[in-house]
């Protein structure tokens, strides 16, 4: 199976900070890596499929990246909606698997 | 729009059944391969298995914590998709979510608002 080990677990950021949240899949994945993002009690959302291609209505500031197996989702400038949980997922080969999640707090 | 709506959660014995069911609406659902994936209480999100569509034979792919004991299946003609679980145990407690992949004629990862089911002597 392949993991994605996502970092870090938590962190603290205020409004229009710059955040960084990383997975690192354990063998190549080609582009196939999507993120999601999921507010408490409710069901995720999908942000990004393919690395770096925003789902349809997915605000701008967030993004996507890859360098080797290390994929990189990007907000610009955090906004209040944006405190929430982030997983990476791959869907290179079966079982899909999830990153652990990032949890973005209030500072 | 997509909906996916859940039902069939609930209260359930070790080594019982229960038979979870998701409706769609707003896409051609028989084009789309759906996905099962749970979330334990406190824990991020673990995928149990999808059904791809009409066009790939509705073949089956399943994690190894649910193979033997989880059946996915889909009827086309009621734009419904379910996942039958037998032999029930303490670690299969989560919210269960249908998602949709995006297909040729309608982008897009979509996810209902989950069910939960909960194994409880």
């Known amino acids: 199976d392949i993991q994605m080990t996502q970092s870090p677990a938590s962190l603290s950021a205020s409004v229009g900070d710059r955040v960084t949240i990383t997975c690192r899949a354990s063998q190549g994945i080609s582009d196939?890596?999507?993120w999601f993002q999921q507010n408490p009690g409710q069901a995720p959302k999908s942000l990004i499929y393919a690395v770096s291609n925003l789902e349809s209505g997915v605000p701008s500031r967030f993004s996507g990246s890859a360098s080797g197996t290390d994929f990189t989702l990007t907000i610009s400038s955090l906004q209040p909606e944006d405190f929430a949980t982030y997983y990476c997922q791959?869907?290179?080969?079966?079982?899909?698997?999830f990153g652990g999640g990032t949890k973005v707090e209030l500072k | 729009e997509v909906h996916l709506v859940e039902s069939g959660g609930g209260l359930v014995q070790p080594g019982g059944s229960l038979r979870l069911s998701c409706v769609a609406s707003g896409f051609i659902f028989s084009d789309h391969y759906m996905d099962w994936v749970r979330q334990a209480p406190g824990k991020g999100l673990e995928w149990v298995g999808r059904i791809r569509n009409k066009a790939n034979s509705h073949t089956l792919e399943y994690a190894a914590s649910v193979k033997g004991r989880f059946t996915i299946s889909r009827d086309d003609s009621k734009n419904s998709l379910y996942l039958q679980m037998n032999n029930l145990r303490f670690d299969d407690t989560a919210v269960y979510y249908c998602s949709r992949r995006p297909a040729a004629s309608s982008a897009g990862v979509y996810w209902g608002r989950g069910t939960l089911v909960?194994?409880?002597s």
């Not at chain 1, 791959?90 to 698997?97: D, I, R, V």
Request: glycine share 0%; charged share 5%; aromatic share 14%.
């Open chain 1, 90 to 97: 791959q869907y290179h080969s079966y079982p899909l698997t």
């Open chain 1, 32 to 34: 196939e890596l999507a």
């Open chain 2, 118 to 120: 909960t194994v409880s």
